[in-house]
């Protein structure tokens, strides 16, 4: 399956997650923990360096082209326990010179000064949980923060420098007008962030929301809403790259962008995910942390953290290259294809010409690229390509 040389093109990036934030959302489905007191921050920093040197022989020598700290609610950590974390990475991997590193920050969770200590530790990217700066939604939405404190964030960041910022949104909130989410785009766009993730806001199980369902906008006002937020970003020079990424020239998501385009990371923290490709073999592996925080403390560094470890199957290869690769906008050339996933483009057959026939990829045999159709019903198109 592999040729000699195969992992060297391929980008290795890493994700370090922290698990606690100050309130649960009533939404939320990620691995996050209601922090009971102070977050074990000193200890837990022990067992992501413990967590990474464990992983370390199956990215021997591979540089790391970028790093997303994300949670949870990884802005309650103090400046001194991430720099420690990345003096920590820096010891132990070859980094990129000018490597990208994101920190996932909630407004309601960061104090006056800190962005400029991130900064100074090394953060230089930050991206920030808003979802709205209507006061009402918030407070459906459980947030911890008001719109004030939502700006005040956004303009600190700039104040410490850090323009390379990001804002979270969501739509299709309860009770959202088409009037009410224009509102927020426009206060979104006013601090001039580099970066804008447009989320709909999705019932997931095992949330609060789940068992107490708000009442949601039909699918044609979330359809109306998505459309007129994305021709506004569009004037304002926000263009979408991805399903739910929208950003001014220069500045899209590297770290994301390699999730999309299928290239390798490793994970640590509770309940990380990570994909590597063996170099010798080229098998591509899944691998994953235990969840909850109190297991993950007690055995990071050790085989026990492991919550699994699993090759994909060649027949699963195409679809799970392409339910990344086709949230893009623009897609990607047809030949990272066999790059990434060791395969001929004949794997993708019978899938590809049917997609291209029904008008859902564009019909350019140099790019595997969704039409504007395809990328509106992309569940539909992927499942031209799942294995029998
Ligand atoms: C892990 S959170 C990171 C930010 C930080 N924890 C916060 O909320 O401020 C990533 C983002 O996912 C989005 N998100 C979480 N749950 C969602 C849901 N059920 N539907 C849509 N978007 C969701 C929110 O926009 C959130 O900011
Ligand atoms: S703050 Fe972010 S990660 Fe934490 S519960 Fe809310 S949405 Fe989830």
Request: with cysteine.
């Amino acid at each position: 399956m592999a040729t000699p040389g195969f992992t060297a093109r391929i980008p290795l990036a890493l994700y370090v997650h922290i698990p606690w934030c100050a309130r649960k959302c009533p939404y939320c489905d990620f691995n996050s923990h209601e922090a009971c007191g102070p977050v074990p921050e000193s200890v837990y920093v022990d067992a992501l360096l413990a967590d990474l040197e464990q992983d370390l022989p199956r990215v021997w020598e591979r540089r790391i082209e970028s790093v997303f700290i994300g949670g949870g609610t990884p802005s309650l950590f103090s400046a001194e326990a991430l720099d420690r974390l990345l003096a920590g990475l820096r010891a132990r991997l070859p980094l990129r010179p000018d490597l990208e590193i994101t920190l996932e920050a909630n407004p309601g969770a960061v104090e006056r000064g800190r962005f400029a200590e991130f900064r100074a530790a090394g953060i230089n990217r930050l991206s920030i949980g808003v979802q709205s700066f209507d006061d009402e939604h918030l407070r459906r939405l459980g947030r911890i923060h008001d719109r004030r404190a939502a700006v005040a964030a956004a303009e600190a960041t700039h104040a410490a420098g850090l323009d390379n910022f990001n804002l979270d949104l969501m739509f299709g909130l309860p009770g959202q007008t088409v009037e009410r989410a224009l509102t927020d785009i426009a206060h979104a766009v006013a601090l001039q962030p580099a970066h804008l993730s447009y989320y709909q806001l999705t019932v997931e199980p095992n949330t609060a929301f789940h068992q107490a369902p708000p009442s949601l906008p039909d699918d044609e006002m979330t359809d109306l809403i998505q459309q007129r937020a994305q021709a506004e970003l569009g004037r304002r020079g926000y263009r979408q790259y991805e399903v739910s990424a929208y950003a001014r020239d220069g500045w899209r998501c590297r770290h994301n962008l390699n999730y999309w385009e299928f290239g390798d990371y490793l994970g640590i923290g509770a309940g990380a995910h990570g994909k590597l490709t063996d170099p010798a073999s080229g098998r591509i592996d899944r691998l994953w942390k235990l969840k909850h925080p109190r297991d993950y403390l007690a055995s990071a560094g050790t085989p026990a953290s492991i919550g699994a470890d699993q090759p994909i199957r060649a027949a699963d290869l195409p679809v799970e290259f392409l339910m990344n690769a086709l949230r893009l906008v623009e897609g990607v050339p047809t030949a990272l294809f066999p790059e990434r996933t060791g395969l001929p483009l004949t794997a993708l057959e019978p899938g590809l010409s049917r997609a291209r026939e029904r008008g859902l990829l564009i019909a350019d045999p140099e790019r595997l690229q969704p039409t504007e159709f395809g990328l509106r019903f992309l569940n539909d198109l992927l499942q031209l390509f799942m294995p029998e």
